[in-house]
């Protein structure tokens, strides 16, 4: 085939594989058709300006496939490249777009927790205020209460035993003496126990201390009564009792709470309170020997005529029933090993309220020194010796005493058939006329 031939075909073929655009065919259609003669004499320069070579200048058809891959190839890589590029774009926005919204939800939250700590605070202090002002109705009634009892109406029985022992006394024995009742200082024998030694130990040490040189556990001892008035304050504190590490400014209240520590046999919380009340009111009295602590003390706390003119052990004078301390010094038989333990299980207070409401709130005085003071409920309600009841086991252990106990908080009265120790060895008859006429009736 001649090179002039070759060409036109190419260029045929050419023609015929090219697209043909719309301006194109519109040109097709409009001008008029050109002779072979000039394509074939346009078409040989082009064949003249090519290389004469054994090869054919055109691309092979696997080469021209090859071609069309790799361009392929390289748009599908342009796409992908925007397909991943859009893709982390909206990844990123989307990221964005949650962590604004996370800061967003997180800055509501945590107001939402100040808001609920606003009103938990709030709730708080009103729910104190609330119990403050249960408590202060609760102690006007309670005080209420036991002023119409010590009047005589309903059958006062908190102290009425007491008064009364007090204004039975034969000629001879207090009336006799000069000294009023709040300077008569009871017939203690010497020591029987560890606590009687301790407690025993402190008074002696404190009122044998006339010149101030004198101390009782580490405490200077003031030399006239005001200054052991105001060394020794009239309410106990209880910051030693409850944490052993902490101390008070009232050594009576230390001394009576180191005391209280070896009574492990008194475990619930108002128990404890009562016990170290009772023993901290006492041992003020004894140490002062005042009017203002013997006013202090509840009537039936104060001392009976047997605790003024018989030898006893110190450890009675701490039992709150008067019946009771005069049936045990009159039965030296009973010791402390024989009482103790069935007492200080089987005694009880019958607080009705939640056990921890028995001390308000620690406070710090002048000296930075914490105070914790007695619910004032509770200490009505203590001083109130109706209150002061003993178990089953003590009432087994005890039958005898423990009549004498219930007609001295209220529990009987006067006419039941009681022993006591002026009816012991007596008929039933006689110790019904005996109960019947004796000091033991409530006034």
Not at 22 to 51: F, G, I, W, Y
Request: aromatic share 6%; charged share 20%.
């Amino acid at each position: 085939m001649t090179p002039s031939l070759t060409a036109g075909r190419q260029h045929n073929d050419s023609s015929s594989q090219s697209p043909t655009s719309p301006l194109n065919a519109h040109s097709a259609a409009t001008d008029p058709p050109v002779p072979m003669k000039d394509e074939a004499s346009a078409a040989a320069p082009r064949v003249a300006s090519q290389p004469l070579s054994g090869h054919s200048a055109s691309p092979s058809p696997s080469g021209s496939s090859l071609s069309q891959r790799e361009l392929e190839l390289q748009r599908k890589r342009a796409r992908d490249r925007k397909s991943q590029q859009a893709m982390r774009d909206r990844t990123k926005w989307t990221i964005h777009t949650l962590s604004e919204q996370v800061a967003v939800l997180s800055a509501a939250l945590d107001q939402r927790a100040r808001d609920m700590a606003t009103l938990e605070g709030k709730v708080g202090y009103l729910e104190t205020e609330n119990a403050q002002l249960r408590t202060q109705n609760a102690a006007l009634q309670l005080s209420l209460m036991g002023r119409r009892n010590s009047t005589g109406d309903g059958g006062g029985h908190d102290g009425a035993a007491a008064s009364a022992a007090v204004a039975t006394v034969s000629p001879g024995s207090v009336h006799s003496l000069p000294s009023p009742l709040w300077e008569l200082y009871p017939k203690n024998t010497p020591p029987s126990c560890l606590a009687d030694q301790i407690l025993q130990g402190f008074v002696d040490t404190i009122r044998a201390s006339g010149t101030g040189s004198g101390s009782a556990a580490g405490t200077v001892v003031p030399s006239s009564p005001r200054e052991r008035a105001r060394r020794f304050s009239l309410r106990p504190n209880l910051c030693s009792l409850l944490d052993r590490q902490r101390r008070s400014d009232d050594d009576i209240s230390n001394v009576v709470a180191d005391v209280l520590h070896t009574y492990r046999e008194i475990e619930e919380l108002p128990k404890q309170v009562a016990v170290f009340y009772i023993i901290a009111t006492l041992l003020k009295w004894m140490v002062l020997l005042d009017k203002q602590s013997w006013d202090f003390m509840p009537e039936w706390l104060r001392p009976v005529p047997s605790q003024l003119s018989t030898p006893h052990s110190l450890w009675i004078d701490r039992i709150p029933w008067p019946r009771a301390r005069e049936y045990l010094i009159a039965h030296p038989e009973i010791t402390l090993d024989d009482f103790a333990i069935p007492y200080s299980v089987g005694f009880k207070l019958n607080w009705p309220y939640d056990p921890a409401s028995v001390l308000l709130p620690s406070s710090f005085n002048s000296n930075g020194t914490a105070e914790i003071a007695i619910n004032p409920v509770y200490e009505e309600h203590m001083r109130q010796l109706r209150h002061w009841t003993v178990g089953d086991a003590f009432r087994q252990r005890f039958p005898e005493l423990t009549r004498l106990i219930d007609l001295d908080s209220g529990q009987v009265t006067h006419q039941t058939v009681v022993p006591s120790p002026h009816t012991l060895g007596k008929s039933p008859q006689q110790s019904v006329r005996s109960a019947s006429h004796s000091h033991y009736s409530p006034a």
